[in-house]
T-cell receptor
Framework: RKEVEQDPGPFNVPEGATVAFNCTYSNSASQSFFWYRQDCRKEPKLLMSVYSSGNEDGRFTAQLNRASQYISLLIRDSKLSDSATYLCVVRISGYALNFGKGTSLLVTP | DVKVTQSSRYLVKRTGEKVFLECVQDMDHENMFWYRQDPGLGLRLIYFSYDVKMKEKGDIPEGYSVSREKKERFSLILESASTNQTSMYLC????????????FGPGTRLTVL
């Protein structure tokens, strides 16, 4: 079973829409959680860390549910520039990260 | 501005060749990583290093080796390239903290013929 699972999408949404992605992880001992963003033909970049209490960064809100072992990312008021692949990332222990395969988002005019 | 550079953006090699992929970071990071990214499989960790001359196997180390002689440089070596090693290779680096962000290089698209 894959450590980190995401719906690959694609999610096609109009500008201004709200869209949510979920991600599940298999190891209950997982310690740290992140969302990375990867633009087409570019390298991944950290979007935000995910904290147990939930956290917000502008239009982006991340939530963690340890009991159900899932992480979510909510994007409000979608912009064309939000089009990208969103990678759910989990650290179990040590330094290595486990990446989900990514969820593709396309925001259309 | 933080920077991770990789020696080549595109590389074409023949089966059986020895291939070196170089990665350099200028952020004084202790940790460095090599991933490969394939369609439908996502990013998979090949090897990582948490200090000079130290290395740890990732999820898919078979067919690869690494070298870290200096803090800023982490090399991935394909001893005898095979066609199934055709992939996008991404290097990353980070500080050692638990929540530390990994900074990625632009990637090397390797094709093995």
């Amino acid at each position: 079973r894959k450590e980190v699972e995401q719906d690959p999408g694609p999610f096609n949404v109009p500008e201004g829409a709200t869209v949510a992605f979920n991600c599940t992880y298999s190891n209950s001992a997982s310690q740290s959680f992140f969302w990375y963003r990867q633009d087409c033909r570019k390298e991944p970049k950290l979007l935000m860390s995910v904290y147990s209490s939930g956290n917000e960064d502008g239009r982006f809100t991340a939530q963690l549910n340890r009991a159900s072992q899932y992480i979510s990312l909510l994007i409000r008021d979608s912009k064309l520039s939000d089009s990208a692949t969103y990678l759910c990332v989990v650290r179990i222990s040590g330094y290595a990260l486990n990446f989900g395969k990514g969820t593709s988002l396309l925001v259309t005019p | 501005d933080v920077k991770v550079t990789q020696s080549s953006r595109y590389l074409v090699k023949r089966t059986g060749e020895k291939v070196f992929l170089e990665c350099v970071q200028d952020m004084d990071h202790e940790n460095m990583f090599w991933y490969r990214q394939d369609p439908g499989l996502g990013l998979r960790l090949i090897y990582f290093s948490y200090d000079v001359k130290m290395k740890e196997k990732g999820d898919i180390p078979e067919g690869y080796s690494v070298s870290r002689e200096k803090k800023e440089r982490f090399s991935l070596i394909l001893e005898s390239a095979s066609t199934n090693q055709t992939s996008m290779y991404l290097c990353a680096s980070s500080f050692p903290g638990q929540g530390s962000e990994q900074f990625f290089g632009p990637g090397t698209r390797l094709t093995v013929l």
